[in-house]
């Protein structure tokens, strides 16, 4: 098939299959939006979140949310790049507490303790951030960008990006919580192909 030029709601890709990017996947609560600049394998994926939710549990700390699902295939992922800001909306007092230090990541993989670290930030590093010292109101924006380009196979699987906080002590965390995360992620990334 030949490739084709396709604009759509700010994607401009140059592509013989449009679903070659994947897909943002939606949250329970709030939204993740993407749009593509692609020209054949090469992509610039941006992801726009607007206040995804999240539980937070007392005596876990840790959580996660899947927001994309990357097509089958071999990835090279040349960089990636966030402004992420986290929004407690639970009481303060009794939840999450006010501006205390969180921990923020990107991974093919779930959160699965609070230290964030191996596939649970394989695509952003583990950065610190400050919750929210009002309810309701965001904490200021943080910045991260992964260090190295990174090779992952998803040819028998297809691999899927986390969104993962955690927070590192259960002093930290009084009850089960909420929060959102809002901001943008950009990735710049290669489809090597599946086989």
């Not at 994309?68 to 295939?73: H, K, S, T």
């Not at 992922?77 to 921990?103: D, E, M, P």
Request: charged content about 10%.
């Amino acid at each position: 098939m030949a490739h084709r030029l396709y604009q759509n709601n700010g994607s401009v890709q140059f592509t013989d299959n449009i679903a070659s990017v994947g897909a943002p996947k939606q949250p329970a609560s709030g939204s993740v939006s993407a749009v593509h600049e692609q020209f054949g394998p090469i992509c610039k994926t941006v992801l726009t979140l607007n206040n995804v939710a999240q539980t937070v549990t007392n005596g876990t700390e840790y959580q996660s949310t899947q927001i994309y699902d990357f097509p089958a295939g071999r990835l090279l992922v040349l960089g990636v790049t966030a402004s992420l800001q986290q929004k407690t909306t639970s009481a303060l007092a009794s939840t999450i507490n006010a501006s205390v230090t969180g921990a923020i990541s990107l991974g093919t993989a779930a959160a699965s303790n609070v230290a964030l670290t191996s596939t649970m930030a394989d695509l952003l590093p583990s950065t610190a951030f400050t919750s929210s010292a009002t309810v309701n109101v965001a904490g200021t924006a943080v910045g991260a960008a992964l260090a190295a380009s990174a090779h992952f196979d998803g040819t028998s699987t297809a691999k899927d990006l986390y969104l993962n906080t955690a927070y590192a002590t259960t002093t930290d965390v009084d009850g089960n919580g909420t929060q959102t995360i809002s901001g943008t992620i950009t990735i710049t990334w290669i489809n090597l192909g599946d086989y």
